[in-house]
């Protein structure tokens, strides 16, 4: 592989990592995710970099670490019950085949933030892609300049 397409690919990883955080800080502010006015503004102060479009500076870490636990408290306070439904398992020559497991249901505010945490989770594993190619570049360069 040759260096510009290397560099190609981590500039449109990255591009991607700065466009999905400004997507979860602007859902978590839509959503005014927390339960309190003061989570509320600590997810915004957590999020200000994400939506400055600087999302891999050291200290976005521990501020995603708070804002997944706040995210994952706000979800679960809005289940509503749960229902039973069929899960697909498998599907072959005979057709489908599954089980039927029991689900949580949410609210209409639930379901968006089901939403967000996969936006969040694909944007936390996109960001990790990128600062690990940043990394390996810096350990090539470093075994490369002796």
């Known amino acids: 592989m040759n260096t510009t397409q290397l560099s190609s690919n981590i500039d449109d990883l990255a591009a991607t990592a700065i466009r999905l955080g400004r997507e979860v800080a602007e859902q978590a502010r839509v959503l005014h995710l927390g339960r309190t006015a003061r989570d509320v503004a600590f997810v915004a102060r957590c999020l200000a970099s994400l939506r400055d479009r600087e999302p891999f500076c050291a200290s976005v870490e521990g501020g995603l670490d708070a ?16 229902d039973h439904r069929f899960v697909e398992t498998r599907f072959d020559e005979a057709g489908q085949h599954g089980e039927v497991r029991e689900v949580p249901v949410y609210t209409r505010r639930g379901a968006e933030l089901l939403d967000l945490q996969n936006l969040f989770d694909r944007f936390v594993e ?21």
Not at 67 to 82: F, P, Q, S
């Open 67 to 82: 804002v997944r636990d706040i995210l994952e408290r706000d979800i679960e306070a809005e289940k509503t019950g749960t």
């Open 126 to 146: 996109t960001r990790r892609s990128v600062l690990d190619h940043i990394a390996a570049h810096k350990v090539l360069m470093r075994n490369m300049t002796g």
